[in-house]
Nanobody
Framework: QLHLVESGGGLVQAGDSLRLSCVASGRTFEGFGMTWFRRGPGKEQEFVASINWEGTDTRYAESVKGRFTISRDNAKNTVWLQMNRLKEEDTGHYLC???????????????WGQGTQVTVSS
């Protein structure tokens, strides 16, 4: 059983940066894609970024491309989401999930963390 715990969220101003972390325990997540999703206020959950298990390939939502960077260290069982030049529309509850690399469908992911809140003010 895999247990995922996110951290690093907070209240920031537009233009600021945050780095989210997702730490896995219970077993290694090596061999699986890892993805960040988010759910904004009044919005459906949306795909943000994904990384393959080797850490050699990534996918991003158009809205965050060029501003966010996903990375992972399998030895540390950790995935990060570096978020730069944050915008108000980035506000939301950010969750990491293990499953099919690059998939935007939540059904493709078996394990989810509880998430961390990111609030960006103007």
């Amino acid at each position: 059983q895999l247990h995922l715990v996110e951290s690093g969220g907070g209240l920031v101003q537009a233009g600021d940066s945050l780095r989210l972390s997702c730490v896995a325990s219970g077993r290694t997540f090596e061999g699986f894609g890892m993805t960040w999703f988010r759910r904004g206020p009044g919005k459906e959950q949306e795909f943000v970024a994904s990384i393959n298990w080797e850490g050699t390939d990534t996918r991003y939502a158009e809205s965050v491309k060029g501003r966010f960077t996903i990375s992972r260290d399998n030895a540390k069982n950790t995935v990060w989401l570096q978020m730069n030049r944050l915008k108000e529309e980035d506000t939301g509850h950010y969750l990491c999930a293990e499953g099919r690399f690059g998939s935007k469908y939540t059904s493709q992911y078996d394990y989810w963390g509880q998430g961390t809140q990111v609030t960006v003010s103007s």
